[in-house]
């Protein structure tokens, strides 16, 4: 980012924000930061000036960081919440979970709290539309099918709940998908190695977690979709699986290490993330696009930015950045449209998800608004050395195809 970012620090203990001060001085070229000792002089200062991230701590008295985080939240979406906190009980965070972009466990390396910020902030500067990047700022979570949430609740109350039927009913939704991945990564359950299977996080958070979640801190919102709406959320489910299994078998065809496989299979199944934003939050806006693709024979995300002044790679790439998913994953759902954009010369989740993306369009035409007849980024598997392996990898994916449109 061109300007500072603007950072306010919020502890009642005045010597952890010494702290603070003394960890972050290296990074007074890059960030502008303000440290205060509560959340009433953090809502003071955020009525008198624009901040781009706020760091709090969840204990603290008079008002705690939920309260103060929710407030911020409410009146100025917009801004990156990050919880910093120490002896915080599962309870606790799991309550908390709602006005919180990401949680850090105290004690925090600056290395790890730079890294974050960085991060959570990297891609917002490809939003256009201010009103879409407060919107996705604001969500607490993504909209799930309603039979989906009914199936998980029903099996949740029963004497002995199965955790492999869990991750099955779990593993249809984008949504719960999200939102679960989002949790068991987050540095609160102190988790080595990025999970990207959801039966691995299920297992992971246990029974117990999970049904805290879904009961008690309700972080899954059911989508009541009309049917004018044009877009099924189950159409961009499939999508989205056929995506990650293609991306696997690419990730495959070009040697990629087995631990490298997950972070290319969960960058294909949250690629189109942003999609399921737009389609729920602004339904009426979305019919606008759908009639624009239908009556210029244009893709959804060219007409999305005609419409919208944003794309859903866009929005899906900001709200993974918000949400601490690595940047891999956020660039693979930014620029899986237009890869050479992203600079990036090297194959990686966004090259796998390009391709698979690319071929699943082309082979599947029967949903309006796909993006067939694009012209293959000649120029980007040509920097990259790989435009003789487009060959390959498409007889690999057709190979896997027991029906065809």
């Not at 609740?153 to 679960?180: F, W």
Request: aromatic letters at 6%.
């Amino acid at each position: 980012m061109d300007k500072k970012i603007k950072i306010l620090f919020v502890d009642d203990e005045p010597r952890v924000i010494d702290g603070l001060r003394r960890m972050l001085h290296t990074m007074r070229a890059e960030w502008e930061m303000v440290f205060v000792n509560s959340g009433r002089e953090a809502l003071d200062l955020l009525a008198k000036s624009a901040f781009d991230v706020i760091v709090s701590d969840m204990k603290m008295p008079q008002m705690d960081g939920h309260q103060l985080l929710s407030s911020v939240r409410a009146k100025y979406p917009q801004v990156v919440r990050i919880a910093l906190s120490g002896q915080t009980s599962k309870e606790a965070f799991l309550g908390s979970v709602g006005p919180i972009h990401q949680f850090l466990s105290k004690p925090c390396t600056a290395e790890t709290l730079k890294n974050t910020i960085a991060r959570a902030c990297s891609l917002g500067g490809l939003h256009s539309n201010e009103n879409l990047m407060e919107l996705t700022s604001s969500l607490e979570s993504l909209p799930s099918l309603p039979m989906l949430c009914t199936e998980l609740l029903e099996e949740l109350k029963t004497e002995e709940p199965s955790t492999k039927k869990i991750s099955q009913i779990i593993s249809q939704d984008m949504g719960m998908s999200v939102k679960i991945l989002q949790l068991v990564n987050s540095s609160y359950f102190g988790v080595k190695q990025s999970v990207s299977s959801i039966s691995q996080a299920i297992n992971f958070l246990g029974l117990d977690t999970i049904k805290t979640l879904i009961i008690s801190a309700k972080i899954f919102s059911q989508f009541q979709q009309t049917e004018e709406a044009g877009v099924s959320l189950k159409a961009i489910w499939d999508h989205s699986m056929t995506v990650t299994g293609w991306a696997r078998l690419i990730a495959k065809a070009e040697k990629v290490g087995q631990q490298f496989i997950n972070e290319f299979m969960l960058s294909g199944m949250l690629h189109d993330v942003g999609k399921l934003v737009l389609v729920s939050q602004l339904p009426e806006e979305y019919e606008r696009v759908l009639a624009l693709s239908t009556q210029e024979n244009l893709p959804f995300f060219i007409a999305e930015s005609k419409v919208l002044g944003v794309s859903h790679a866009e929005v899906g790439a900001y709200l993974l950045s918000l949400w601490g998913f690595s940047h891999d994953v956020a660039e693979a759902a930014g620029f899986h449209h237009n890869p050479v954009d992203a600079g990036t010369e090297r194959f990686s989740p966004l090259t796998a998800v390009y391709a698979a993306n690319m071929l699943e369009h082309e082979i599947d035409s029967c949903e309006p608004g796909q993006d067939k007849d694009l012209p293959i980024a000649d120029d980007y598997l040509c920097k990259l050395g790989l435009l003789d392996r487009w060959a390959i990898w498409r007889q690999s994916c057709l190979e896997t195809l027991a029906v065809k449109c």
